[in-house]
């Protein structure tokens, strides 16, 4: 089974927080199942995160032994770009605003639904109300 990790779950098991050791035993569970694996997307995101640099974050992966799935096809994007704009056009037509989700987001569930069998997150709502068959491996709200 090849788990996917969202960003949050990858930056809360970085921050050192209680909730870390939450991550930590699902990740280990997951892993245990299968694979844990991040798009470039999540890469890139993560590399936002305020102790971060690439010169930590490559070895923290490959020790942990999350794989960087750097394939972003044509699908993908096709999946993601369709997806984005649904939600962009109902957020129009609801309150007349611009969607306030980015684009990062609907790539990882792009990529996700291409490439692995389910997504791990905190933000389960999202990939429910946007890719609603996207298996998820939801954890607690922060």
């Not at 844990?36 to 640099?53: F, Q």
């Not at 704009?85 to 309150?95: D, E, W, Y």
Request: proline residues 6%; glycine residues 4%.
């Amino acid at each position: 089974m090849r788990t996917a990790l969202d960003t949050n779950i990858l930056s809360g098991l970085l921050a050192a927080t209680p909730q870390s050791e939450t991550i930590a035993t699902h990740l280990d569970i997951c892993a245990y199942q299968g694979s844990l694996h991040i798009s470039p997307v999540v890469y890139a995101e993560a590399m936002a995160h305020p102790n971060l640099s690439s010169d930590f974050l490559k070895p923290f992966l490959r020790e942990t032994a999350i794989f960087i799935d750097y394939k972003l096809e044509e699908d993908v994007w096709s999946l993601a770009g369709s997806r984005f704009a649904q939600h962009a056009s109902g957020r129009r037509k609801a309150s007349g605003e611009f969607p306030r989700r980015l684009i990062a987001d609907f790539l990882i569930g792009a990529h996700t639904l291409a490439g692995a069998d389910r997504l791990i997150t905190y933000d389960s709502k999202f990939y429910r109300q946007n890719f609603p068959e996207l298996p998820l491996y939801p954890l607690p709200s922060l």
